[in-house]
């Protein structure tokens, strides 16, 4: 099997950048919004959401490939990924509940919700559409679909940390208090959102 590296590049300028799951694609905002308050809750919220994509993204390659296709069951790929997505949900926060029980609970609810965090299901889909013909899996299928399942976690990852970063110096600042939090942290994701805008001009 042979792997095109233009395409891999491309996945990855996409994923991370042109089209960011986040800031272009405006999926995951409720996380995004509740956790960038500080810099390692936000670095530990995207190591959680790139693992479940990344898991994610490789066996849901496998359930449509290998079930949902040859007996013509596509029409249940949603609730199949669900599916998926909710396991290593549990497992994550299983394993962060164990050793690390300060920031389990620093996390709250967000972190079961990631079990229908539309970016993680997107991806998901995404991969089936763009990486499927016909019914049928394209050559290097399952590479590119495992790469742009990290590369989507990176470009979350990206987002988080540039929104924590600038929350964490606001709190130095004299904000009004009618925009401190909340509103603030939407009018900033907003102007970050218009920053990513200019990467559009990389077309592949």
Known sequence: MQ??????????????FVYNVILSRFLGLCSFIAISKETKPALAMSLAVMFV????????WFIYNYLLVPFNLTYLRTIAFILVIATFVQFVEMVIRKFAPPLYRFFGIYLPLITVNCAVLGVAVLNTDMFFVNGKAAQGSFIYSLFQGVCVGLGYTLAMLLMSGIRE??????????????PLAFVIASIMSLSFMGFNGFRF
């Open 169 to 182: 110096r606001l709190d130095l600042c004299d904000v009004p208090k009618a925009v401190k939090d909340f």
């Open 3 to 16: 792997i095109n590296i233009a395409q891999l590049l491309a996945i990855f300028i996409s994923a991370v």
């Open 53 to 60: 994509i990344t898991m994610s993204s490789i066996l849901t």
